[in-house]
């Protein structure tokens, strides 16, 4: 028996099966595996060429489709919700393979805890270092009062530095792995049958705090002649080429985790999609449909009920998200006006507090105008 310890194996699933692969190549065949400790252990055997796949099911004890065993795929190793199934036949023929749905979905949850941490960490410690460089620029020196808690203090900082960075790799990694698995990105820019006369970018910060009016302002473009062509990765430029105006209905849709039927479900109701996030944690996706003059508005959502339930749950979550770090810029500026009055360190510390206040408020408004709408 031999045993390996890998851990981050679940970062990256195709690699982890690449390597067991080798091993069973080298004659240790995988049987055995304990998530806790991320150790794989192995019975040597004679060299085989067996394929791989890891799956992610929450549905204990579940066994493999009848479709998949017809395939030739075999229940490997089963450790909780963690599945490996193995495979003797070539991997060219093999025509199908086990979801990564529940993988992926597994890591956008496990993507969104690291960003979470990182998020507060990385808040508090920039909060934190700027109270002591503004006291350093007000006094021109520190005083550190001597104290046995100051090891506890060093403790907690080396303790938040080593979780920024854990974090920080876990989503790289994680971010990189999910993009392999997932469907390829969407074919933007958009393909035009005349080369542009003329093209135009305008810049969009923050239209995810108020997604109507996003929608509102790209419909208004088109019916004035500027047809939206390209969206870049972040979302943030908008490019436009010159065209005959157009009524288009625009919708920005959040989905945290879409299922794998998500796109092809609004294509075949004729929908395009033109932009879609890179994140996984974040996902926005912004869709429009042609809306030809006489015939009924396009609508994303057939249900009202359903879009202010969406609405609530992003006011939500923003308010969840920032609402700690307008706390702590307040908090900031007060002490920081109470001591040292008005300086370039409280005009920082006020505006962090005004941006956070204003995320948060933005959404709440989004909020309030769909609720409206529903009432009507």
Not at 70 to 85: C, H, S
Not at 148 to 166: K, M, R
Not at 233 to 249: A, D, T
Request: net charge positive; aromatic share 14%.
């Amino acid at each position: 028996m031999m045993k390996k310890r890998r851990l981050f194996w679940s970062y990256d699933a195709e690699k982890t099966e690449q390597w067991l692969t080798e091993n069973a190549q080298q004659g240790w065949k995988l049987s055995g595996l304990n998530r806790w400790t991320r150790q794989f252990r192995f019975e040597e055997g004679g060299a085989e060429e067996l394929v791989y796949r890891i799956a992610f099911n929450k549905n204990k004890g579940k066994q493999l489709p009848s479709s998949l065993k017809e395939e030739g795929w075999e229940e490997g190793v089963t450790t909780g919700p963690w599945q490996i199934a193995v495979n003797r036949r070539e991997v060219e023929t093999i025509h199908l393979k086990p979801s990564r749905e529940g993988l992926i979905r597994h890591n956008r949850f496990v993507m969104l805890v690291f960003f979470s941490l990182v998020f507060y960490f990385g808040g508090m410690l920039l909060a934190n270092a700027s109270m002591v460089l503004s006291s350093f620029m007000q006094d021109g020196s520190l005083n550190v009062e001597p104290s046995p808690l100051w090891a506890v203090t060093y403790t907690l900082l080396g303790v938040v530095i080593l979780t920024l960075i854990l974090g920080i790799y876990s989503i790289v990694k994680i971010k990189k792995a999910n993009a392999a698995m997932e469907k390829p990105p969407l074919d933007v820019p958009l393909q035009q049958g005349h080369p542009p006369r003329k093209m135009v970018k305008r810049l969009k910060v923050g239209w995810m705090y108020a997604p109507d009016r996003l929608e509102e302002w790209l419909e208004s473009q088109e019916q004035k002649g500027l047809h939206l062509t390209y969206v870049n990765k972040i979302g943030s430029m908008f490019s436009f080429v010159e065209s005959s105006p157009r009524k288009y209905c625009y919708h920005a849709d959040h989905q945290s985790n879409p299922p794998e039927s998500y796109f092809s479900l609004h294509r075949e109701a004729g929908w395009e999609p033109v932009f879609n996030s890179l994140s996984g944690l974040d996902k926005w996706v912004l869709w429009r449909k042609e809306w030809i003059e006489g015939e009924e508005r396009p609508v994303f959502f057939s249900d009202l009920a359903t879009k202010k339930r969406q609405a609530k749950r992003l006011a939500l979550m923003y308010s969840v998200l920032f609402a700690p770090m307008v706390l702590i810029y307040l908090f900031n500026l007060n002490s920081v006006m109470r001591y040292g009055g008005v300086s370039w360190s409280a005009g920082i510390q006020a505006f962090a507090f005004l941006v956070f206040l204003s995320f948060v408020l933005r959404i709440w408004f989004y909020y309030f105008r769909v609720k409206r709408a529903v009432l009507l």
